[in-house]
């Protein structure tokens, strides 16, 4: 299993502790694996971003335009977070119902 998010994030550290021999990922120190946001994008569409997020809000309205894969690569504190990609799929973000699905 593996999460996807900022080392900053308290939603990704919860996260991380609950979940038992998960790698962390760092999204904005390492970025992403090839192919994983593409995947992502087709599951959750346009709920992969964080429309509530402070980054959100500093952008442009040109930015804002941008398909969601291309804004998270330019500034990927405005995906929702985590991501967490395990042999049954991606989950994104650490509601109930994903706690759920993972067990937790």
Known sequence: MVIYGLATCDTCRSASRALHEVDFVDVRATGFPDGLLERAAEVFGAD??????????????????????????????VMKRPLIETEDGLHLGWSAEVRRALGV
Do not use: G
């Not at 964080?50 to 504190?77: G, K, Q």
């Open 48 to 77: 992969l971003v964080n429309r509530r997020s402070a980054t959100w809000r500093s952008l442009s309205e040109e930015e804002r335009a941008l398909p969601p894969v291309e804004l998270i690569r330019r500034h990927p504190a």
